[in-house]
């Protein structure tokens, strides 16, 4: 037997399961997992000895090459997918936006034409739908036909991205017909406009008017409401980027009562707090992004959240603005800073270390949150999100014991600072392979642009 690829001596780690084991590749698939499998012919054996290996991750909420807020996200498909592969994630879910008055089919085909030349990783996407008339409607079915199978709705930015709740109610049944998810920004949109009008007027402009124009309610009100909403419709939800608790409890109780209720939150609300714009001067517009930094205690009750199941998945919403000539699009006007902050690259590290590494949950709990859970919940699994005969070969040689600085001199995303900065984590990917293919090995990218692949994904079947 000779196979293409052998990682020899690793102990592996799925959802379910560790234990000592090679894995075997042949033409980007996985095709034996066991003891000393036969390496002698094989094209290549990487040692593993002493590393985890973990199936790639899946991030599911990113917005590459994206127009917003007057300016386009920093990062594109080649760069970042990249930076992606360098932190381990070798699938991302980004958004292909409909402009009001467009056809859902243009969003798909536009943001194909950006990804498809320069990805290096595999991709797929959410709709983002920002108009509902009937034409569009009747076209939500054709898009999850054609592996489009999740769509994201706002109930925030009135006048721009946010939809009324007749049209969400809309394309929840919709979703209940075929099998899409749904996945909601829950803010409050209407009531928060009021804040920002009021805090404007009294000459509030600097950055953590941004966050403190946003309050926690306007979250909870609309995650409870977008619930609500999907209840009656008989679809499930899925909440991205809660920052909350007063949202989670939303979460909580939803899952209590048994509903396919999902959420997922980044690393940036685990991490960071509304102390990070204690800064000098327009600084705090690095941390300018929606929903908003919350008060710091809001930390452990998300880690909690993540342990007890609460929250499924975690995402980085990654949609980096460059501080130069970007945020600063913003000075002496917060509603004027592009909103999004830069994440792809860190978040397996960021959750490993303060989740396994601080003993906060297990190793197969935190596969299951970058990897396994976003597979199943998005239609990729098994193909992806598991070390399984048969699946996808996206794999990482994971040093638990490395210990790195997060740092924008060092970072891979095309984006002037880290909003991460001198944050140390404890645990590295060391090798990637998407595919079967090595792409990150020895701190090189051994990718090229182009080589990912458009996922078509599979409706949503359960956890
Ligand atoms: O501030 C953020 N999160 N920007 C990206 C758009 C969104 O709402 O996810
Ligand atoms: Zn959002
Ligand atoms: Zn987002």
Redesign the pocket.
């Known amino acids: 037997m000779a196979f293409d690829t052998v990682i020899a001596n690793g102990t592996v780690v799925t959802a379910t399961d560790t234990y000592a084991a090679d894995v075997a590749i042949e033409a980007g698939k996985i095709v034996a997992i066991g003891r000393s499998l036969p390496r002698e012919n094989a094209g290549r054996v990487i040692e593993a000895g002493g590393k985890y290996v973990f199936p790639g991750g899946i991030d599911v909420?990113t917005?590459l090459d994206m127009p917003?807020g007057g300016t386009i996200t920093s990062d594109d498909f080649e760069t970042g997918t990249r930076a992606a592969l360098f932190g381990g994630t070798t699938t991302l879910i980004d958004f292909a936006i409909q402009y009001k008055g467009q056809s859902l089919r243009t969003a798909f085909d536009t943001w194909m034409q950006k990804a498809a030349p320069k990805a290096t990783s595999d991709y797929s996407f959410h709709c983002i739908i920002t108009d509902l008339p009937d034409a569009q409607l009747e076209e939500m079915p054709a898009l999850v036909r054609d592996g489009v199978s999740s769509f994201k709705l706002?109930m925030a930015y009135p006048g721009v991205l946010m939809l009324d709740d007749g049209s969400i109610f809309k394309a929840f049944r919709s979703a209940a017909q075929t099998g899409a998810m749904i996945c909601m920004?829950a803010e409050n949109g209407g009531a928060i406009d009021v804040i920002v009008k009021q805090a404007l007027a009294e000459g509030k402009t600097a950055p953590k008017y941004h966050a403190l124009t946003r309050p926690t309610t306007a979250e909870a009100e609309a995650t409870a409401r977008a619930i609500a909403l999907a209840e009656m419709a008989g679809a499930p939800v899925y909440i991205?980027?809660l920052s909350c608790n007063d949202a989670l409890e939303k979460v909580r109780e939803a899952r209590d009562r048994g509903l396919p209720v999902y959420a997922e939150t980044c690393p940036q609300y685990l991490y960071l707090s509304i102390e990070n714009f204690d800064v000098p001067g327009f600084e705090g517009a690095k941390y300018v992004?929606?929903p908003p930094l919350r008060e710091k205690w809001h930390q452990e009750k998300l880690w909690q959240g993540l342990r007890n199941d609460h929250l499924q998945v975690v995402s980085t919403?990654h949609?980096p603005f460059c501080y130069k000539e970007q945020k600063e699009l913003g000075m002496g006007d917060f509603t004027k800073i592009p909103?999004?902050?830069p994440g792809i690259e860190h978040r397996m590290s960021l959750v490993y270390s303060g989740g396994v590494a601080q003993g906060r949950f297990s190793l197969n709990r935190f596969v299951e949150l970058v990897a396994t859970t976003p597979a199943k919940l998005f239609g990729l699994y098994p193909r992806k999100g598991t070390i399984a005969v048969g699946s996808d070969a996206d794999l990482v040689i994971f040093d638990p014991k490395r210990q790195h600085t997060i740092s924008a001199k060092t970072h891979h995303m095309r984006v002037d600072y880290s909003m991460f900065e001198g944050i140390k984590v404890t645990g590295m990917p060391d090798v990637v392979l998407s595919r079967g293919r090595v792409v990150v090995e020895g701190g090189r990218f051994l990718g090229r642009a182009g080589q990912g692949e458009f996922l078509k994904r599979a409706t949503y079947a359960g956890l």
Do not use: E, K, R, S
């Open positions: 909420h917005h917003f706002f920004h991205v980027h992004f929606t919403d949609c909103n999004g902050g």
